[in-house]
């Protein structure tokens, strides 16, 4: 399966016309995007409020349509053994397909690029010599730039063509990292394809170690669902949640690349922070109790003592005739509602409808005939409406959860049997805040006022939602997610080997039980294609502490030479550091120097005082600012061509315990693609040794 390098024009030169067709390609969605362009609404539309919404959809239309001139139009070709039926085919005929990132057709509507999430691309990525599919040569293209440059050819079916890798494959793979997160459409493998490629329905949860592609295969997922589920998912909408902004930053290039613009990013604190402000921190005893799922029983507890039993009648005047609703007819209204369990805000909202009717049923009784108006004109009487007010009054959930951490009293009432003592003085605060504007909320109190919010009304509910990272998650945080997609599904992605927060849970049957979707089909992906195989080989020596039981990644990259562990003198550290650093900008790509938090501003120093400017992660990198400062913190899910990793042990003392420590370090040690340099003044930590 040799690859063929691009040597002229002539006409009998593959390369030559696999080009022409690159070019004619080009043209013809130039020429979509122009027909958008061109379009005249202004006697389609009845008025302007329709005007305007086919204006907005016809500019998306034409953004999706942009030619990203260094992404390829199309990365491979299948030529099939027998003729496609049109309806497969996106209306083609013929033996011949061009894979792409998007639809391209011609003038006559037939298609020049088929889009690699129809049904007749699903074969470029499974078939095999073991089922090739129907396919008897699958070509590969290899781009430098936006320059088609050369093409590599497997024939399925000859049986005296040796199977090989593919090296356009392998180059695709580990080209140099410039920039935000790119695709990997060009790449994705049958066993990433399988989950890409999961119906709608049902929620995946997706466990890999680094470098095995779960974040690109999470996106690629929502970019085919949206190919096939469009106007449902137009309607209900989608979601990314990342970690932080820098990750956020990182990936966003990828779904509009693949024409996809319309996909939301948000982490879970941009989600919960509508009512409040997040200006204060909890101490990690503190987070991980708010952050236990014990605490929405918590809160439902406290809602519920709001209701209060009647013990008065509800006398209603209207004219001349006085209506009286006995307390123990009121009271059996709530109890029913007490008893279906609603959204607090709902039974809120039944209760003067259900006194109402009775009232109704009263005046019916002695020949009136009231209708609907009557019913909604009593119960906005006066008399209802104060009865209502003293029996379930309206709550607002920040200030239930203000009460609930300034009233020691009010919360061992409600977390008897739930919360230990030790557990309530850790969540209380010590300088109780005077209302909800003062008070200096944290992370954890945003989550728990989210939880209040469903209860007392209930959150929107998105068509998919996929939660990268989710091992970081808290069970009330994966709750707050879970809303977001209960009438919906879900993409878990994660690593259990990197969880490293005081509450990362310990298993995917836990955190999918708090997501509310218990039957999501997991999946593992063991086979790495990013970290070379000596680094995820050095870094898996920590598994058995951080992770026992996890299958550890088996890297398909040899990289010789790709690991370099230094000890160097205390005092030479810093200088020793930049060196290295130095050493990587040799290279073509990007270069990440990860180091414990306390380090970054030593190290900053250093490398300002060698004359070098850095980035921060989050800003993009480009040919001429291609070395990233990288607190040890906010490393994970980035990645990097090589990597200069300062101070293991820093690293690890870090962190609150040594687990965590472990496992900051494992992130770290697996974020480079084609090199690592570890430096140590001081011993590794023993599992590394």
Known sequence: MPAHEFESDTTTDPLAHERAHLAASRAALRAMREDAQALDIRDVTANWVNAAVLQAQIDERIKSLADLAHTPLFFGRLDYLHVVGAEEAEGAEGEEFYIGRRHVHDAQGDPMVIDWRAPVSQPFYRASRKDPLDVGRRRRFGYTGGDLTAYEDEHL?????????SKLLQAEIERPRVGPMRDIVATIQPEQDEIVRSELGGTVCVQGGPGTGKTAVGLHRVAYLLYAHRERLARTGTLVVGPNQSFLHYIEQVLPALGELEVKQATVEDLVTGQIEVRGTDEAPAAVVKGDARMAEVLRRALRSHVTLPTEPVMVVRGSRRWRVPAYE?????????????????????????????????????????????QNSVARNPAVKAAVKAIWPAVDPAKLVLRLLSDAEFLAEHAEGLLTEDEQKAILWTKPARSVKTAKWSAADAVLIDEAGDLVSRTHSLGHVVIDEAQDLSPMQYRAVGRRCSTGSATVLGDLAQGTTPWSTQSWEQALHHLGKADALVEELTAGFRVPRDVIAYASRLLPVISPGLT??????????????????????????????EESLAHEGSIGLIAADARVPALADALTAAGHTYLSPGQETTAESRLTLVPASLAKGLEYDYVVLDEPAAVVDGEPDERTGLRRLYVALTRAVSGLTVLHAVPLPQELA
């Open 330 to 374: 009121i009271e059996e209204m709530v109890q029913e509602l007490l008893a279906r369990d609603m959204r607090y805000g709902a039974a809120h909202e039944a209760l003067p409808q259900r006194i109402a009717h009775a009232v109704l049923v009263r005046m019916e009784q002695s020949g009136e005939a009231p209708d609907d108006r009557v």
């Open 552 to 581: 550890p990644v088996e890297s398909v990259r040899e990289s010789p030479g790709s690991l370099s562990v230094r000890e160097v003198a205390s005092d030479a550290l810093d200088a020793a550091v930049v060196a290295a650093c």
């Open 157 to 165: 079916t000859d049986p005296a063509e040796a199977e090989q890798t």
